[in-house]
């Protein structure tokens, strides 16, 4: 399991998660369900890189009125190495293959430009800026919204 310093990772840091949350989550159902579910992200040798998830937000009332946000997180030491894009398109591509759903988006920190570029080259398009709309470490954060529709084409 790899353990994240989030001093050297201070994207990321939402603060106090349980130790055992990750377990928790995997006897529940395995991490993998149709409206959520959690993914190794692996590189060529097969070490584990990080982990991909997804979960849904609702645009109405009416099930097909949601969509499935996504989002990745590699390890600091896999990052810059050619694994995240492709990760990043083969969960569309598992998603768009396994569920219903016509909308996947994902949002990043206006200031994670390496994320927004990866988002980019994997097919989504960048749709605006959500203002204040995470809190993490203490502040209120700005995030870049893209989506990725059933349609659209993808590199």
């Known amino acids: 399991m790899l353990a994240v310093d989030h001093a050297a990772d201070p994207i990321d840091t939402f603060g106090f998660v349980a130790t055992n949350a990750l377990e928790r ?3 529940a159902d395995g991490l ?9 992200i692996e590189d060529a ?19 097909p009125s949601r969509a499935l946000n996504v989002g990745m997180r590699l390890h600091p030491d896999f990052r810059s190495r050619g694994i995240g894009v492709p ?18 988006q994902a949002e990043t920190d206006v200031g994670n430009v390496a994320a ?9 398009q960048r749709e605006g800026v959500a203002r204040h709309a995470q809190f993490r470490k203490g502040t209120w ?11 659209d084409p993808r590199p």
Request: proline share 6%; net charge negative; hydrophobic share 45%.
């Open 141 to 151: 954060h700005d995030m870049v919204v893209y989506s990725l529709l059933r349609g």
């Open 32 to 40: 993998l369900g149709y409206d959520s579910g959690t993914l190794v």
């Open 45 to 63: 040798d097969g070490a584990v890189a990080g982990k991909a998830s997804w979960l849904p937000v609702p645009h109405g009332p009416n099930p």
């Open 116 to 124: 927004q570029r990866g988002l980019e080259k994997a097919g989504f």
């Open 87 to 104: 990760a990043l398109a083969l969960l569309a591509t598992y998603l768009f293959d396994t569920t219903t759903v016509e909308r996947l």
């Open 25 to 27: 989550a995997f006897a």
